[in-house]
């Protein structure tokens, strides 16, 4: 089945510095790669996704890129705010009707004021 | 909207008893995804309905069981509960339809099992 490994576990950046977070997959057959954001005691909340047939997608300092041939994707966060302060996670999934969501195991990010 | 609603939120059990949690999705949304979300193993997938049916399972055991209803509406089992089930158990509905894959939270049921 799939299998998606995240990097790095914890990270800590300066506030107004960026972030990044990298994960890769095993299936070339997933098409969808969503992101969550989970803040302590609180629901995975989806803040970006991006499927197969698009290379980069952005929404306003969050970014994700996407590379197919390298089986890789990851989550850019720019000018980061202390309310970026969570957990983050990546997934991948199969085509429709096999849309399970495998995650990878989450990335810590603190930063610092 | 609504949100996904779960209930309960907070749920303590004895090993050996079985649960019942509860699941709404979002209006319309006709897939609910049921997930395990433990310090030690991450997030889970355990199994998806649609429409009434099971489309896909995770692999854990049979103890583990789930059913949807006519409005979309999902409860997950557990029976023979363990202190390893103890868990924040998550669902999460989408629309169930290739144009949109993405899938929203619920606030999750915390259960611990003693």
């Known amino acids: 089945g799939e299998n998606v490994e995240q990097h790095p576990s914890t990270l800590s950046v300066q506030e107004g510095d960026s972030a990044v977070i990298k994960c890769t997959y095993s299936?070339?057959?997933?098409?969808?790669f969503p992101w969550y954001k989970q803040e302590l005691g609180k629901r995975p909340q989806l803040i970006i996704d991006i499927r197969s047939n698009v290379g980069e997608k952005k929404d306003q300092r969050i970014a994700v890129t996407l590379n197919k041939t390298a089986k890789h994707f990851s989550l850019h966060i720019t000018e980061t705010q202390p309310e970026d302060s969570a957990v983050y996670f990546c997934?991948?999934?199969?085509?429709?009707?096999?849309?399970?969501?495998?995650f990878g195991t989450g990335t810590r990010l603190t930063i610092i004021p | 909207k609504a949100g996904v609603t779960q209930t309960p939120r907070y749920l303590i059990k004895t090993r050996g008893q079985q649960v019942t949690l509860s699941c709404s999705p979002i209006s319309g949304h006709r897939s609910v995804s049921w997930y395990q979300q433990t310090p030690g193993q991450g997030l889970q997938f355990l199994f998806e309905?649609?429409?009434?049916?099971?489309?896909n399972k995770g692999n854990f055991p049979g103890r583990f069981s789930g059913r949807q209803f006519s409005n979309s509406r999902s409860e997950m089992n557990v029976s023979t509960l363990e202190l390893g089930d103890s868990a924040l158990y998550l669902c999460a509905s989408s629309l169930g339809d290739q144009s949109a894959y993405e899938q929203y939270f619920g606030p999750g049921t915390r259960l611990t099992v003693t």
């Open positions: 997934a991948a999934t199969l085509p429709f009707g096999n849309e399970k969501l495998t």
């Open positions: 299936d070339s057959a997933s098409n969808y």
């Open positions: 309905y649609f429409s009434e049916t099971q489309r």
